[in-house]
Structure formats: structure tokens, C-alpha cells
């Protein structure tokens, strides 16, 4: 029964959290681990934020933060995602899942491993199927988005971000300096390209175009320069703050159709 798969995703930022979404959605059992101190930027749809606050709520699914494997079990039970500050991984062992996602997308691979769990899914580039992990799932915007690759790896990272409303860098805040980040505004904001929104290290962080804030780091974190603090929908629209992006839920779509795959072939059962 898939009821009873137990899915665990290393990291919880937004599009692991449209992951997250749709596994449990579908009725999977799901455990995220974080590191210590997340360096998410959509905040508000990011279930790495229970770190943070204790828990989280996205679209009617909560995380909360799990204070140990037997916390982590009783969240389980309750129909809640954990959030596990496991940043190494070292306690996948313990928790036997049948599939392990890594979705840090870090754009290479911090550790794991294809005999960490019956099925590993690598999620954006970093990864190759069939090598280090059994299967990717493509991150990048366009015609690809999604798609199931077991064999080979996702499209190379541009390093510029995908077009929305015909806006692609500028709309990307990004760290002058190594420094904490200060906020100065709130997710849900409307700026205006030239507005400060932020400092790292003293250094101001600006609006390169103007819209709604739809992401912006926690304060007190520490970045290293050039790190993604902030994001600018010129769209406007609030609500789109609080909704798990198209390019999410494709993610998760993607992941879906990689493990009912899998299931179809290995867990007859």
C-alpha cells in the first residue's frame, strides 16, 4: 500500500515543499531534514520554515519541527510532515525509507548516496541517473520542466533565473557581501525598483524591479555573497505568496510519476 511508503526529502525549501505537497497529497508518508538554519527565500510556502517557528502551514499541510526521532514518529502518526534538523543525513539509516529525495538543490550532490533507500531521486542538476542517484527530475523552466530522466542528468544551471512577466536576473535579490541578512521589508511588500529591501553585512540590497516581494530570508541568517536573499514578482499579485508555485507542483509532479513508476515495477506488493 503506498499509504505506507515512507518518503524522506533532504531540504524543505519551496520546491522541496511542492514536493512534500503532492507526495502527502497523494498518501505518502513524508519526513524532510534540514540544516540547522534554512537559507529559504519563499518563506511563507517553504515547510523548512518550521524550524524557524515550530511549525508550518502551506496550503492546509503542516509541518512541525521534529525534536527528535520520536517526535519525529508521533508527527508521522498525526498526519503532519516532521522537519528534522539532520543537514547530514546521518539518521536516514534509522528512519528505512523507500525513497529518498535529495531536493537541497545545491546543483551538485552533498552526499547522497543510490543505497541510501530502494529508490533515490535527484532533484536539478548535480545528479546522474543510474550513476549516483536511480532517477533526476528536471528543475529548469521550460519545455522540460518536470520531466522523469533515469538516464542521464537535468539541463546544466544558467545561473539566470526563469522569465516571469518577461523579468528574469532582476528580479532576483542577491547578497553584496558575506554577511547576516537584515530585512527590511515583509514577504507580501510592494516595491519599487530602486527600493531598499534589505542589508547583508551593512550592504543594501535594492529592487532591481518593481513588484511584490513573493520571498525574502529570515533575519539574522549568514549568506555568503552572492547567495539569492530575495524575490520580486512584477506580477503584483499578493496571493501568489502564499501558493506553491507552478514550478513546484511540476517538481512534485515530476517525483510522483517517478515513484508510481518505480511502484508499478518493484512494489507489486
Known amino acids: 500500500m503506498l499509504k505506507n511508503r515512507l518518503i524522506v526529502i533532504r531540504g524543505g525549501g519551496d520546491l522541496a515543499s511542492g514536493i512534500a505537497y503532492r507526495l502527502l497529497k497523494t498518501g505518502f508518508q513524508v519526513i524532510i531534514l534540514e540544516r540547522e538554519q534554512p537559507i529559504h527565500v519563499r518563506r511563507l510556502v517553504s515547510f523548512a520554515q518550521a524550524v524557524y517557528n515550530g511549525e508550518m502551514l502551506i496550503e492546509g499541510i503542516r509541518s512541525i519541527k521534529a525534536e527528535s526521532l520520536n517526535h519525529l ?24 525509507p ?88 515583509h514577504v507580501g511588500d510592494m516595491v519599487e525598483e530602486g527600493e531598499l529591501v534589505a542589508r547583508v553585512a551593512g550592504q543594501n540590497a535594492r529592487a532591481l524591479a518593481s513588484g511584490v516581494i513573493r520571498g525574502l530570508i529570515n533575519a539574522g541568517v549568514h549568506v555568503p555573497q552572492g547567495l539569492k536573499i530575495g524575490d520580486i514578482d512584477p506580477r503584483g499579485a499578493l496571493q501568489y505568496c502564499e501558493m506553491i ?25
Open 73 to 96: 514518529r508521533e508527527i508521522l502518526a498525526e498526519g503532519h510532515i516532521p522537519v528534522l534538523v539532520n543537514e547530514s543525513g546521518n539518521s536516514i539509516p534509522e528512519l528505512q
Open 245 to 269: 508555485s507552478d514550478k513546484a507542483l511540476a517538481v512534485g509532479g515530476g517525483v510522483l510519476e517517478a515513484i508510481l513508476s518505480f511502484n508499478r515495477v518493484c512494489w507489486k506488493k
Open 98 to 185: 523507500d525513497v529518498v529525495i535529495d531536493a537541497i538543490l545545491a546543483k551538485r550532490n552533498l552526499g547522497t548516496l543510490k543505497d541510501m533507500a530502494p529508490l533515490v531521486i535527484g532533484v536539478g542538476p548535480g545528479f546522474e541517473a543510474g550513476m549516483d542517484v536511480d532517477v533526476v527530475i528536471e528543475t529548469k523552466r521550460g519545455h522540460f520542466l518536470g520531466r522523469v530522466i533515469w538516464s542521464g542528468t537535468a539541463e546544466k544551471n544558467t545561473g539566470i533565473p526563469g522569465s516571469v512577466n518577461g523579468v528574469t536576473s532582476r528580479r532576483v535579490l542577491r547578497a553584496a557581501t558575506d554577511g547576516v541578512v537584515e530585512p527590511l521589508k
